[in-house]
């Protein structure tokens, strides 16, 4: 059974006169523990399609069926709690609050707070091989720390959808390699889907599923 | 309570936005309590000049002033009033022998005149609450010694010569030749002055009866206007109504050092006065033939500024010579709406007498201190209008700018499950806490700002015009100049309904202006805010 399901979803902006469409007409369905890879020439919509699964955005037509749920006609506040639980976002620049520290950035995504969320935050960031520097700012962390901090605060509340946005953009091979292995284990051992936008060679190599995207449209698979 | 920990991570980690912010929202607060503070004292100082007549418990003054421009226009009986009440004679020869040492006090009406003080008596019960009596006079005191008052001549010692007849004409001109030949030969020329005497001697040898001394006498006689040491010098008194607490020429309010009076024989004097004549409490003052005892220091108002020196009624009547006469009549309406019926009913009771309302007072009175009041007064609304605008656009343009910052941090917080009314109270108590902080300096400064002003002593001028109705009252005894001036020490108080006037335009500026830029960024949809960075 799919876990996500799209039914002729498009997506279009205008830009000045010019219409343009970011995803056209999409149906694809995604099953539960799928590890799939997006990828694609810049500016093909991948990043989009990504954001309208994950119900970060609005399609401007079309279904986003998320465990039989309509997620393109609820209201905010429940699309907000959805993505609180099931989804889990991971962004290419990290998006950390700055004037959080690693632990903190991990506390605010908690959606339900209680006394053992420190325990908790120290048990996920140890999860992704965080272990130190845990109450340094994001300023003072690298590249790839940031990003397993990001990704702790992805697995937090344990949903069961990972959206992960060209997550390994802006580190260097050795530290991507590292990031993708920690994809692959919630992929393999937790059971985790992940959706990943990538230009990365080696994520092919690791997914389940493979997409190519072009002018808004799957064109391979 | 994880948004307090974002709270205080956000204020503390970001403490140049922090600063910068509550700073902003700080001057704000400052420039309100300071503007609102000054505009009270220059209010009060302004009532305390304008209404004074309410400073000694009265708002209308009854007097019998006449002016020096009706003076012409007196009725005969008035004018003889006038002239008696101001009358100076002097017979110095009955205070002493002459080259005694003296001083006379003469206590004259001026234009004010005296009335019967039971007059005070008729007045109407319904519309009078209370009043109270004065006599203000002017003295002039005069001292030094008793001057002889006559002059002496001696005359007679001349030798003179008789009409004479034919006979003695011949025998004159006969000793003459005789005298003349003598004196020749003796080797002497007569014109000159050893020649003369010679002469004259051998004229009394050969005519001695034609010539006779007259008698010597001495005369006495009265000499024009004296002129001695006697210096003279003259001040003002006012016989205060002992019987009224609340209402009277100087109230005991007005005593800055000593006591008010609690008997007779007993002086106040003005403090300008005395610091210009050197008069400490317990000194002794001389006064017509009384021996006064300085009980107190006062510092009137501007418009009781009337006497030099303030004595009990009874014993500057009795001084005066003028038992049982006053010549003001101060009066406190029953309520403050009735004043001007009180005022027309008084002068149906007193014909002819000078009614002076404090409104009309007021109208006199002009300089720094009320063009500095009616400056405020008119543009305190609008100033601090600018103020309040300027906090709120300065409060929300740097909100705006730190919550513009923070659109990537707003959306990924949208993204990972924070709703609209989450991120608005998150926003909310960071403006809010921005608004405390602001406010608490903004009072600090503004508190600062006021001592700091009061430290200068700031001193605007006051200046009662030309004289006017009530004001022969005040011109005759402040000298014949065309204005009165003094200064109104300017003493801006801390006033905590103001404080917090203050703080409140911080704390509301941050939380409106703030809120408007947060409320905008708690509404924007995640993909726009993650959108807008890339």
Request: net charge positive; with cysteine.
């Amino acid at each position: 059974m799919a876990i996500i399901e799209t039914k002729k979803l498009s997506k279009t902006f205008k830009q000045g006169s010019e219409i343009i469409k970011a995803v056209d007409n999409i149906d694809l369905k995604i099953g539960k523990g799928d590890f799939i890879v997006v990828v694609g020439p810049s500016g093909c919509g991948k990043s989009t399609f990504m954001q309208l699964l994950g119900g970060v955005d609005r399609p401007t037509s079309g279904e986003i069926i998320v465990d039989g749920l309509d997620i393109a006609k609820i209201r905010e506040d429940r699309l907000t709690k959805l993505r609180q639980k099931t989804f889990g976002f991971i962004f290419q620049n990290y998006n950390l609050i700055p004037t959080l520290t690693a632990l903190e950035n991990v506390q605010a995504a908690i959606a339900k707070h209680s006394k053992n969320d420190s325990q908790k935050v120290i048990s996920t960031l140890d999860q992704v091989g965080l272990d130190e520097r845990v109450n340094h700012l994001p300023s003072r962390l690298s590249g790839g720390e940031q990003q397993r901090v990001a990704i702790a605060r992805a697995l937090i509340n344990d949903p069961e959808i990972i959206l992960a946005d060209e997550p390994t953009g802006n580190l260097d091979s050795k530290t991507s390699e590292e990031i993708l292995k920690i994809l692959e284990g919630l992929s393999k051992n937790k059971k985790k889907t992940i959706i990943l936008v990538t230009h990365s060679e080696q994520a092919i190599k690791i997914a389940s599923r493979f997409l190519k995207m072009h002018d808004g449209k799957i064109v391979e698979e | 309570m994880f948004y307090l920990k974002y709270l205080k991570a956000e204020l503390l980690r970001r403490w140049g936005k922090t600063l910068s912010i509550s700073l902003g929202l700080a001057m704000a607060s400052a420039i309100i309590i300071a503007i609102v503070s000054i505009s009270n004292a220059l209010s009060s100082a302004q009532k305390s000049v304008l209404y004074p007549l309410e400073n000694v418990g009265t708002d209308i003054i009854v007097s019998r002033s006449v002016s020096a421009e009706n003076m012409g226009q007196m009725d005969e009986a008035t004018r003889v009033e006038f002239q008696s009440e101001n009358r100076v004679t002097t017979d110095l020869s009955k205070l002493g022998n002459p080259g005694d040492d003296f001083t006379l006090d003469t206590f004259l009406s001026g234009t004010m005149l005296t009335f019967e003080k039971k007059v005070a008596e008729q007045v109407d019960k319904n519309l009078v609450k209370n009043y109270a009596q004065g006599l203000v006079l002017n003295v002039t005191h005069q001292e030094g010694k008793i001057p002889k008052v006559t002059a002496e001549f001696k005359t007679g010692g001349e030798t003179v010569q008789q009409q004479m007849t034919e006979e003695q004409r011949k025998q004159m001109r006969e000793a003459m030749d005789r005298a003349t030949e003598e004196v020749r030969a003796k080797g002497l020329d007569p014109r000159s002055e050893e020649g003369r005497k010679a002469l004259d001697e051998a004229l009394k040898k050969y005519a001695p009866n034609l010539s006779f001394t007259t008698p010597e006498r001495i005369y006495r006689q009265e000499v024009g206007p004296i002129s001695t040491d006697i210096k003279t010098e003259n001040f003002t008194v006012a016989g205060v109504d002992l019987g009224k607490k609340d209402i009277g020429l100087i109230l005991s309010g007005q005593v800055t050092q000593g006591n008010y009076f609690n008997g007779t024989d007993q002086v106040i004097v003005n403090a300008a006065y005395a610091e210009k004549k050197g008069i400490k409490v317990g000194d002794k003052l001389k006064l017509g033939n009384k021996e006064l005892q300085v009980v107190g220091i006062a510092e009137p108002k501007l418009y009781t500024t009337l006497a030099d020196l303030y004595l009990p009624l009874d014993t500057l009547q009795a001084i005066s010579g003028r038992t049982d006469r006053i010549n003001v009549l101060l009066v406190k309406s029953t309520d403050a709406k009735s004043v001007e019926e009180t005022g027309k009913s008084l002068e149906k009771l007193f014909p002819g007498a000078k009614i002076t309302s404090s409104t009309e007072t007021a109208k006199q009175v002009s300089g720094s201190l009320i063009s500095a009041a009616n400056l405020t007064n008119k543009f305190i609304g609008i100033t601090s209008i600018i103020v309040i605008l300027a906090a709120f656009i300065i409060a929300g343009l740097l909100s705006i700018i730190s919550v513009n910052k923070r659109i990537r941090e707003i959306g990924t917080l949208k993204a990972i499950g924070w709703s609209n009314l989450i991120v608005l109270r998150q926003l909310f108590l960071e403006n809010l806490v921005l608004g405390f902080l602001g406010a608490a300096l903004g009072i600090g400064l503004g508190v600062v700002t006021i001592f700091i002003l009061n430290k200068y002593n700031i001193s605007l001028s006051v200046s009662v015009g030309q004289q006017n109705i009530g004001q022969q009252f005040l011109r005759r005894f402040m000298g014949e100049s065309q204005g009165v001036t003094t200064g109104v020490e300017l003493k801006i108080a801390y006033d905590s309904l103001v404080v917090l006037i203050g703080g409140s335009v911080a704390i509301v500026g941050s939380v409106l202006a703030g809120g408007l830029a947060s409320f905008k960024a708690s509404r924007l949809k995640p993909q726009e805010a993650l959108r807008s960075l890339e």
